[in-house]
């Protein structure tokens, strides 16, 4: 089979059909990167070009509150600042990861209430000089495009209000949780609008919301159709009145959700965290002619590379099988791994991936 681009082979995966190989791609952190640099990534030289991974490309817009950003502290370690969200978050200089999140604006309803006066769209919360530069190219290239929708219940407890405030009001005060989830998706509605009518469409709609931790979720099934999976619901059919995919990101053990997520059309499910009780190769017996899967490769395991050798050996064959899978790891590219085991990461997917 002929060499496919990015837009052919995803386009090819959510359609759970073969392609030419498996797509490949994955994050990583800052810190990982600087490290690379020392072991022969060149300056000025994005990783993913360096590496010949396949060739993602992605629309940004700002929903937030745009809430005042300042440093309260830093020093030679770490730095405290204030988010357009109304987080107060340290964030560490040498080394990836999450930040710590201190405090938070929106509180309570009426908190909140004076937060959203603020979320407006407009057009200058869309980069339009970057879309006018490179938009042109990355449809010669046949990159695949998304757009980088964020609502839901992530952004809400980690960004805005606090995860115990969150969940408690889940059950409290749910109408105040839900005008947040609605909000945040309005907002991103309204400016991926203005975007797509400006002539720069997409392949996807992609959104980050981690619903699960360790062998768990944050909240129940019944939960999560009644308060959170209108929401998820509204954004997949915006998606698919446009004709193009809905991807989601969700971190944790989020396996009592996947028929969820299904009913409402999402198409392509990450990480697929496989320390939290993940398996993506289960996964896909279960559930792989109905949804596509992104990721299920520990990352852990790059601290004995052996073993993941044989984790990719072990996934990548059987989750290939019809389409349907993206080969990443199951989060993203902390500081131990060196530029040789990533590249091996690569090259090993590529022969595994191919059909």
């Given at each position: 089979?002929?060499?496919?681009?990015?837009?052919?082979?995803?386009?090819?995966?959510?359609?759970?059909?073969?392609?030419?190989?498996?797509?490949?791609?994955?994050s990583?952190?800052?810190?990982?990167?600087?490290?690379?640099?020392?072991?022969?990534?060149?300056?000025?030289?994005?990783?993913?070009?360096?590496?010949?991974?396949?060739k993602?490309a992605?629309?940004?817009?700002?929903?937030?509150?745009?809430?005042?950003?300042?440093?309260?502290?830093?020093?030679?370690?770490?730095?405290?600042?204030?988010?357009?969200?109304?987080?107060?978050?340290?964030?560490?200089?040498?080394?990836?990861?999450?930040?710590?999140?201190?405090?938070?604006?929106?509180?309570?309803?009426?908190?909140?209430?004076?937060?959203?006066?603020?979320?407006?769209?407009?057009?200058?919360?869309?980069?339009?000089?970057?879309l006018?530069?490179?938009?042109?190219?990355?449809?010669?290239?046949?990159?695949?495009?998304?757009?980088?929708?964020?609502?839901g219940?992530?952004?809400?407890?980690?960004?805005?209000?606090?995860?115990?405030?969150?969940?408690?009001?889940?059950?409290?005060?749910?109408?105040?949780?839900?005008?947040?989830?609605?909000?945040?998706?309005?907002?991103?509605?309204?400016?991926?609008?203005?975007?797509?009518?400006?002539?720069?469409?997409?392949?996807?709609?992609?959104?980050?919301?981690?619903?699960?931790?360790?062998?768990?979720?944050?909240?129940?099934?019944?939960?999560?159709?009644?308060?959170?999976?209108?929401?998820?619901?509204?954004?997949?059919?915006?998606?698919?009145?446009?004709?193009?995919?809905?991807?989601?990101?969700?971190?944790?053990?989020?396996?009592?959700f996947?028929?969820?997520?299904?009913?409402?059309?999402?198409?392509?499910?990450?990480?697929?965290?496989?320390?939290?009780?993940?398996?993506?190769?289960?996964?896909?017996?279960?559930?792989?002619?109905?949804?596509?899967?992104?990721?299920?490769?520990?990352?852990?395991?790059?601290?004995?590379?052996?073993?993941m050798?044989?984790?990719?050996?072990?996934?990548?064959?059987?989750c290939?099988?019809?389409?349907?899978?993206?080969?990443?790891?199951?989060?993203?590219?902390?500081?131990?791994?060196?530029?040789?085991?990533?590249?091996?990461?690569?090259?090993?997917?590529?022969?595994?991936?191919?059909?």
């Amino acid at each position: 089979m002929k060499e496919m681009t990015t837009r052919e082979r995803m386009t090819r995966m959510y359609a759970h059909k073969e392609a030419d190989r498996v797509p490949i791609t994955d994050s990583v952190w800052a810190s990982t990167i600087k490290r690379w640099h020392k072991e022969g990534l060149p300056e000025g030289v994005s990783y993913h070009d360096y590496l010949e991974l396949d060739k993602f490309a992605h629309i940004g817009a700002d929903n937030s509150p745009r809430l005042p950003e300042k440093v309260l502290e830093e020093t030679a370690e770490y730095i405290i600042t204030t988010s357009a969200w109304g987080a107060t978050l340290k964030n560490w200089k040498e080394h990836g990861g999450v930040p710590e999140y201190i405090d938070y604006t929106a509180t309570s309803f009426e908190a909140w209430k004076k937060m959203k006066e603020r979320m407006i769209p407009a057009k200058d919360r869309i980069d339009w000089e970057y879309l006018k530069k490179n938009y042109k190219q990355w449809k010669e290239e046949g990159r695949w495009i998304t757009a980088g929708f964020w609502f839901g219940f992530d952004v809400t407890h980690s960004h805005a209000v606090g995860t115990e405030r969150v969940l408690m009001a889940l059950i409290e005060e749910p109408e105040w949780i839900m005008d947040m989830f609605n909000t945040y998706l309005d907002m991103h509605i309204a400016l991926f609008q203005m975007v797509w009518e400006a002539g720069y469409e997409f392949d996807e709609i992609m959104w980050y919301d981690d619903m699960g931790y360790k062998q768990k979720q944050f909240f129940s099934v019944d939960m999560y159709r009644n308060v959170l999976k209108p929401t998820h619901k509204r954004a997949c059919d915006w998606a698919k009145a446009k004709g193009v995919k809905a991807r989601l990101h969700s971190c944790g053990n989020i396996l009592p959700f996947i028929p969820e997520f299904i009913d409402i059309g999402i198409g392509m499910l990450n990480p697929l965290e496989v320390q939290s009780g993940m398996d993506p190769v289960e996964i896909k017996k279960q559930f792989g002619a109905e949804i596509g899967m992104h990721g299920g490769l520990s990352a852990i395991l790059f601290n004995h590379p052996e073993k993941m050798w044989a984790e990719m050996k072990r996934v990548i064959p059987a989750c290939k099988k019809n389409g349907g899978y993206m080969i990443s790891t199951d989060h993203s590219v902390p500081e131990s791994v060196t530029l040789a085991q990533f590249k091996e990461f690569v090259r090993l997917g590529k022969e595994l991936g191919k059909y």
